[in-house]
């Protein structure tokens, strides 16, 4: 019986593996189709709300919208890398809260 188990487990870890492979596929697709206009988009609809945010909302969105900030000591430069979370669907931007939604 622990051997059938075995397998069973392994199965069930194989399907997990597939399904992650599926979703970082669809993903990857949805990346590609991106443009500077989307992302234009996104930032625009955010900007529009922002003076009406308050300190901990405002931080809400930097947190899901920044995901790393690089500064360069030795040339005093800075780079702000972006995160962007893909669904399928279509692009949707509030003021509070935002998603970047693409087609499949």
């Known amino acids: 019986m622990s051997k ?14 597939m ?19 989307d992302v234009k988009l996104i930032l625009n609809g955010i900007a529009e709300g922002l003076d009406e945010l308050d300190r901990d909302d405002l931080k809400e969105i930097l947190r899901g919208l920044i995901d790393r900030i690089v500064f360069d000591y030795s040339s005093m430069n800075c780079c702000i890398h972006y995160k962007i979370p893909v669904q399928t669907g279509k692009l949707v931007a509030s003021p509070t809260r935002f998603e970047l939604v693409l087609p499949p």
């Open 19 to 37: 399904e992650a492979a599926e979703t970082a596929m669809r993903q990857s697709r949805a990346l590609r189709q991106i443009e500077e206009k």
């Open 4 to 17: 059938i188990e075995s397998l069973e487990q392994e199965r069930a870890d194989i399907q997990r593996r």
